[in-house]
């Protein structure tokens, strides 16, 4: 518990259980640090991987051996696949009891190594404070990840004492993450930007995980260059702005995949060429030359190979290729000017497509799913957190709620959890009180971790609930429509709860919503009342398909469906 | 290609799974594979053999790398280096195949290390190519077990893997 202090902890979240009792005796005794009672250990580690989006500190869960530590495995792959800074202590059986197949006894050092950073079984209670630092340096540094710290009970008994001496620097002789990028390579790469004739900027979670944000917008305004942002790099430039043609990738906006397609040059910030936006790799930027910045070297050159590697932190090498530059693009000759127009040209042509424009129901009343987004957007004046979960609703959110700012946008890419967007709010709205977190979420996903509106009423935490609910299981249903011939199997629900009062069962506000009309009228009184949770039922039309949409298998980027039965 | 990879592990429980696990999680193959600890005892010295395209070795370097307990590792094909492997075989020796079979032995340079009635049980260190071959010769004879180690290895000249 010392060591949690001494780390800066505010906010632990977790469940107790056996194991961990001694633990969480020591938390009744002290006062610093807060612990969030969950319903489901996969709340508690999705409410610190919130926490830990939003604010990019580490997310801190406890829970139990056995059932406790395997309830929590889905939530540390989620932060694990999005690099997302986190410390899981884990309460274990007794020493003399591992490996007896005791009561409550999983392997969870082995249950969740293919999905940690790193991971510690700890053997001598004096070991405790070195492990707990090296735990949350490896999990913020370099890039970040999930860490478990498996701790048997009699390593946690109060008889267990020992001098405590926590340690204030730590070297460790294997790990090393890269501070600066090569110097030579940054020049390459800056001169290879410069001599672009259709230049392409592509920035990812990285940018945000990294805190180089600032440094990528000014480098992109400097430029004048076009750049899309990744589903986990929204908001790492401005949405709103001018130069941003939106996210790329599988559900990318038209202008967004066909520049990308068609570039010479791209540079790819913190981004790692995922298979949902590259469509096939074999296909990927056929006429560009690749210049690539992570802090990770394994993710160089793994699906893409690229032209310039650079390895190091986004920020420090964004900053070392924005001094030099300035001067350089000063220099820019008058045909490297006008070429650069003449890209321009090319992509508001694309760009004129509106791929992402909504057309209102023939009837006036049903409501589609986009213009609830987009109601949603202006209601909060685009400046609420959102987190989402995962289907439809999300690359909904992705597409009709620009960000414009980082960390604002709160979702789970990689892995692609459902039942991740609630608990994420919860985590983000406790790390500010004050600020409108909204969970933009569909009736699928919000019921994989209802039972945590419990969990905001004994907390009271006032997250906006916008539930898009088509009574199907919104994406499985797009693709069994476009690629099994509508053979829904297994994507209807047809025995839903009545959300409005299932939530008033817990003590919140709900409200449901049927027709266009009332939708703007419903949500100004849902946000405006600030200090209660309310959920909002929003019935929408069911048969809504998100496009744009890459055409697979076999598809490049510039292959896309831009509405029903409407090809490239 | 077949690749020697040898890694510099920190000694402690775990390690070696990290490393395996990673192998099978990556769907990245082990031929062989050795390990023990060094003269510094908080080091372990693995050696691994893999089927792998140069893209393929280049990620597994990278992902090895990774791993917190993984302090340095090599890729002895990359350069000159020396390679041996262990095998004991043991062998029906009976009647005339007594003499065949320590014949064999010495073309090779294998070393009897035990002998019964019925049975001879051979020594013999080198590539792997060599072992083979050496499984090839014998094939008249009655194999009653084989065991190797699995591949060490080591870099020619002044180059060396330490912390």
Same mark, same amino acid.
């Given at each position: 518990?010392?060591?949690?202090?001494?780390?800066?902890?505010?906010?632990?979240?977790?469940?107790?259980?056996?194991?961990?009792?001694?633990?969480?005796?020591?938390?009744?005794?002290? &006062?610093?640090? +807060?612990?969030?009672?969950?319903?489901?250990?996969?709340?508690?580690?999705?409410?610190?991987?919130?926490?830990?989006?939003?604010?990019?500190?580490?997310?801190?869960?406890?829970?139990?051996?056995?059932? *406790?530590?395997?309830?929590?495995?889905?939530?540390?792959?989620?932060?694990?696949?999005?690099?997302?800074?986190?410390?899981?202590?884990?309460?274990?059986?007794?020493?003399?009891?591992?490996?007896?197949?005791?009561? +409550?006894?999983?392997?969870?050092?082995?249950?969740?190594?293919?999905?940690?950073?790193?991971?510690?079984?700890?053997?001598?209670?004096?070991?405790?404070?070195?492990?707990? &630092?090296?735990?949350?340096?490896?999990?913020?540094?370099?890039?970040? *990840?999930?860490?478990?710290?498996?701790?048997?009970?009699?390593?946690?008994?109060?008889?267990?004492?020992?001098?405590?001496?926590?340690?204030?620097?730590?070297?460790?002789?294997?790990?090393?993450?890269?501070?600066?990028?090569?110097?030579?390579?940054? =020049?390459?790469?800056?001169?290879?930007?410069?001599?672009?004739?259709?230049?392409?900027?592509?920035?990812?979670?990285?940018?945000?995980?990294?805190?180089?944000?600032?440094?990528?917008?000014?480098?992109?305004?400097?430029?004048?260059?076009?750049?899309?942002?990744?589903?986990?790099?929204?908001?790492?430039?401005?949405?709103?702005?001018?130069?941003?043609?939106?996210?790329?990738?599988?559900?990318?906006?038209?202008?967004?995949?066909?520049?990308?397609?068609?570039?010479?040059?791209?540079?790819?910030?913190?981004?790692?060429?995922?298979?949902?936006?590259?469509?096939?790799?074999?296909?990927?930027?056929?006429?560009? &030359?690749?210049?690539?910045?992570?802090?990770?070297?394994?993710?160089?050159?793994?699906?893409?190979?690229?032209?310039?590697?650079?390895?190091?932190?986004?920020?420090?090498?964004?900053?070392?290729?924005?001094?030099?530059?300035?001067?350089?693009?000063?220099?820019?000759?008058?045909?490297?000017?006008?070429?650069?127009?003449?890209?321009?040209?090319?992509?508001?042509?694309?760009?004129?497509?509106?791929?992402?424009?909504?057309?209102?129901?023939?009837?006036?009343?049903?409501?589609?799913?986009?213009?609830?987004? &987009?109601?949603?957007?202006?209601?909060?004046? *685009?400046?609420?957190?959102?987190?989402?979960?995962?289907?439809?609703?999300?690359?909904?959110?992705?597409?009709?709620?620009?960000?414009?700012?980082?960390? =604002?946008?709160?979702?789970?890419?990689?892995?692609?959890?459902?039942?991740?967007?609630?608990?994420?709010?919860?985590?983000?709205?406790?790390?500010?009180? $004050?600020?409108?977190?909204?969970?933009?979420?569909?009736?699928?996903?919000?019921?994989?971790?209802?039972?945590?509106?419990?969990?905001?009423?004994?907390?009271?935490?006032?997250? @906006?609930?916008?539930?898009?609910?088509?009574?199907?299981?919104?994406?499985?249903?797009?693709?069994? $429509?476009?690629?099994?011939?509508?053979?829904?199997?297994?994507?209807?629900?047809?025995?839903?709860?009545?959300? @409005?009062?299932?939530?008033?069962?817990?003590?919140?506000?709900?409200?449901?919503?049927?027709?266009?009309?009332?939708?703007?009228?419903?949500?100004?009184?849902?946000?405006?009342?600030?200090? @209660?949770?309310?959920?909002?039922?929003?019935?929408?039309?069911?048969?809504?398909?998100?496009?744009?949409?890459?055409?697979?298998?076999?598809?490049?980027?510039?292959?896309?469906?831009? @509405?029903?039965?409407?090809?490239? | 290609?077949? #690749?020697?990879?040898?890694?510099?592990?920190?000694?402690?429980?775990? /390690?070696?799974?990290?490393?395996?696990?990673?192998?099978?999680? #990556?769907?990245?193959?082990?031929?062989?594979?050795?390990? /023990?600890?060094?003269?510094?005892?908080?080091?372990?010295?693995?050696?691994?053999?893999?089927?792998?395209?140069?893209?393929?070795?280049?990620?597994?370097?990278?992902?090895?790398?990774?791993?917190?307990?993984?302090?340095?590792?090599?890729?002895?094909?990359?350069?000159?280096?020396?390679?041996?492997?262990?095998?004991?075989?043991?062998?029906?020796?009976?009647?005339?195949?007594?003499?065949?079979?320590? #014949?064999?032995?010495?073309?090779?340079?294998?070393?009897?290390?035990?002998?019964?009635?019925?049975?001879?049980?051979?020594?013999?260190?080198?590539?792997?190519?060599?072992?083979?071959?050496?499984?090839?010769?014998?094939?008249?004879?009655?194999?009653?077990?084989?065991?190797?180690?699995?591949?060490?290895?080591?870099? #020619?000249?002044?180059?060396?893997?330490?912390?």
């Amino acid at each position: 518990m010392r060591c949690l202090q001494e780390e800066g902890v505010d906010y632990v979240f977790g469940y107790p259980g056996g194991a961990v009792l001694h633990i969480y005796d020591a938390l009744f005794r002290q &006062k610093r640090i +807060q612990h969030i009672l969950v319903r489901h250990e996969q709340a508690a580690t999705h409410m610190a991987d919130g926490y830990a989006r939003g604010t990019g500190r580490p997310g801190v869960v406890l829970v139990t051996s056995g059932p *406790g530590a395997t309830n929590a495995i889905t939530g540390i792959a989620t932060a694990f696949m999005d690099s997302i800074p986190m410390v899981v202590i884990s309460g274990q059986v007794q020493s003399h009891l591992i490996g007896t197949d005791s009561f +409550q006894e999983t392997d969870m050092i082995g249950i969740s190594r293919p999905i940690v950073k790193h991971s510690f079984l700890v053997k001598n209670a004096s070991e405790i404070p070195l492990i707990v &630092k090296k735990a949350f340096y490896l999990a913020t540094s370099g890039r970040p *990840g999930p860490v478990v710290i498996d701790i048997p009970k009699d390593i946690t008994s109060p008889t267990e004492l020992f001098e405590y001496e926590y340690p204030e620097q730590l070297i460790m002789r294997s790990y090393s993450p890269a501070v600066k990028g090569h110097p030579g390579q940054i =020049k390459k790469a800056l001169t290879m930007l410069l001599e672009a004739e259709r230049p392409m900027i592509y920035a990812g979670g990285g940018v945000i995980q990294g805190e180089g944000s600032s440094e990528l917008i000014a480098l992109t305004r400097l430029l004048g260059y076009p750049i899309v942002n990744t589903l986990m790099g929204l908001g790492a430039y401005p949405g709103t702005d001018p130069q941003f043609l939106g996210m790329l990738g599988m559900h990318g906006t038209y202008e967004a995949n066909m520049a990308m397609h068609n570039c010479d040059v791209l540079i790819a910030v913190g981004a790692r060429f995922d298979d949902r936006v590259t469509n096939t790799v074999a296909k990927f930027c056929p006429f560009a &030359k690749i210049i690539h910045i992570d802090i990770d070297p394994a993710s160089i050159s793994k699906n893409v190979v690229v032209d310039v590697p650079i390895v190091g932190p986004v920020k420090n090498v964004l900053a070392e290729m924005l001094e030099t530059a300035q001067a350089r693009v000063a220099k820019r000759t008058k045909v490297q000017a006008s070429r650069l127009a003449e890209w321009w040209t090319q992509i508001e042509a694309w760009r004129k497509l509106d791929s992402l424009h909504v057309t209102p129901a023939a009837d006036g009343v049903t409501i589609k799913p986009q213009e609830a987004v &987009k109601a949603v957007y202006k209601v909060s004046k *685009g400046t609420a957190f959102v987190s989402s979960d995962v289907g439809q609703h999300q690359m909904f959110a992705a597409l009709y709620y620009p960000f414009d700012e980082p960390r =604002k946008w709160i979702n789970s890419g990689g892995l692609g959890t459902m039942g991740f967007g609630l608990p994420a709010a919860m985590g983000v709205q406790m790390a500010f009180p $004050d600020e409108t977190v909204v969970c933009i979420t569909g009736e699928g996903s919000i019921q994989m971790n209802i039972q945590e509106l419990s969990t905001c009423a004994q907390y009271g935490l006032p997250v @906006k609930i916008i539930n898009l609910n088509n009574r199907s299981l919104g994406m499985v249903k797009q693709w069994q $429509d476009m690629q099994y011939e509508g053979r829904y199997s297994h994507s209807y629900m047809d025995s839903l709860p009545d959300f @409005k009062r299932l939530v008033e069962a817990y003590g919140h506000v709900g409200f449901q919503v049927k027709t266009l009309a009332e939708l703007d009228d419903v949500l100004e009184a849902a946000f405006a009342l600030k200090d @209660k949770l309310v959920f909002v039922d929003i019935l929408v039309d069911p048969d809504e398909h998100v496009y744009p949409m890459h055409v697979a298998p076999n598809g490049a980027m510039d292959d896309m469906w831009l @509405k029903k039965g409407v090809r490239t | 290609m077949r #690749r020697i990879i040898s890694v510099l592990l920190e000694n402690e429980a775990g /390690a070696l799974s990290r490393v395996v696990g990673l192998f099978a999680q #990556r769907n990245y193959n082990i031929e062989t594979l050795t390990v /023990a600890p060094t003269e510094d005892e908080t080091l372990s010295r693995l050696t691994l053999t893999t089927s792998a395209s140069d893209t393929q070795v280049e990620q597994i370097t990278k992902q090895l790398n990774k791993l917190i307990e993984v302090v340095k590792l090599v890729d002895l094909t990359e350069g000159e280096h020396i390679e041996r492997e262990l095998m004991l075989i043991k062998v029906k020796a009976t009647g005339a195949q007594r003499a065949e079979v320590k #014949r064999t032995s010495d073309i090779f340079r294998g070393q009897i290390v035990d002998v019964t009635h019925n049975a001879y049980t051979i020594q013999l260190v080198g590539t792997s190519d060599k072992l083979d071959a050496f499984l090839r010769a014998m094939s008249e004879s009655v194999v009653l077990e084989v065991v190797r180690s699995g591949v060490s290895g080591v870099a #020619r000249g002044e180059k060396i893997l330490a912390v």
